[in-house]
C-alpha cells in the first residue's frame, strides 16, 4: 500500500525543523514536497507553488511527503492512488501567539524596520481563536468562517492520521519518522530566544489573558493533548505491526520464486 504523508503546517508549530529534515533526509520536490507561498518559494527554491501542481502525474506521484502552509484538504487529489495520511501539530495558544510575534519582530529587526508593540500587532487578525480559524480558512478552504462552523475542524481533525503537540514534538518526531520510512535526527529551527531574538517573553499573567481570550482554540489543544498518549500508542502499534508483517512478506515472495 503506497502511503502519501501530508503535514500541515500551520504558522510557529515546529513546521520549519520538520522541513528541515525531510528537505535533507528525502530528494527534494520529488519524495519531498515543500508547498509554501510563492513569494517564500521564490525567495528561496527559486520555484513557484504552481509548479507542483502543474507537473504531470509521473512526476508527482514521486511524492512520499508533502509539507508546508499551502496543503489545505485537496492536496492529496494532486498524488492520486496512494493513501493519504494527514499530520497537524497544534500548539499551546498562548505560546503561539508570544513565539509568532517574536518571530516577526525578529524579521523587522533584521529589515531594520521599527518593533511594534505587543497590544498594537495583537489585532483582529491574531485574536479570536487564530488556530481554529487558520485551520478553517486555509486547510478547510471556508472563506468567511463562523462560530457555528468551528466544530467542523474538531470533526476534520478527527479524521487525521496524527495530531500532536509541538511541546512533544522533539519526542514523537522520531516515531514518525520510524513509521514513514526515514531515518535521521531532527534539529530545531526558528526557536525564539535561540534562533532569533525573544522581543516579548510569556509571563503568568500574559498566558492567563490569552489563554482567556481564545477559549477555543484552548479547548481544541487541550482535547487533542488528552488523546496524545493514545494516538502515539497506536502509531507504535502500526510500526510494530508492519516489523511482524515484512519477513512474512519477505518468505511469501521467496516461497512464489521457487514455485514459479
Known sequence: MDELFLFVHMPKTGGQSLHSFFNTHLVPNQSYVHLVSPATLNAHLG??????????????????????????RNTHKLVPGKTARHIVFLREPAETLVSYYNFQMAGRHKRNEPLIPFEEWYD???????MTRWLLTEFMKEPHPRRTAWPQVQQMLCSFWFVGCTEYLDRDA??????IGVHGVLERANVSGLHHEETLTLDAGLRERLRAE????????????GRLAQTVARIRAEIQDRTKATPRSLTNEKQHRVSV
Not at 507553488?49 to 508546508?68: C, H, M, N, Q
Not at 522520531?174 to 513509521?179: K, V
Open 47 to 72: 520555484m513557484l507553488t504552481s509548479d507542483f501542481t502543474r507537473r504531470p502525474l509521473e512526476e508527482r506521484v514521486k511524492a512520499k511527503v508533502i509539507l508546508g502552509h499551502k496543503v489545505d
Open 124 to 130: 483582529e487578525s491574531k485574536q479570536r481563536n487564530m
Open 174 to 179: 522520531p516515531l514518525l519518522f520510524e513509521r
Open 214 to 225: 481564545n477559549p477555543i482554540d484552548v479547548e481544541l489543544y487541550e482535547y487533542w493533548k
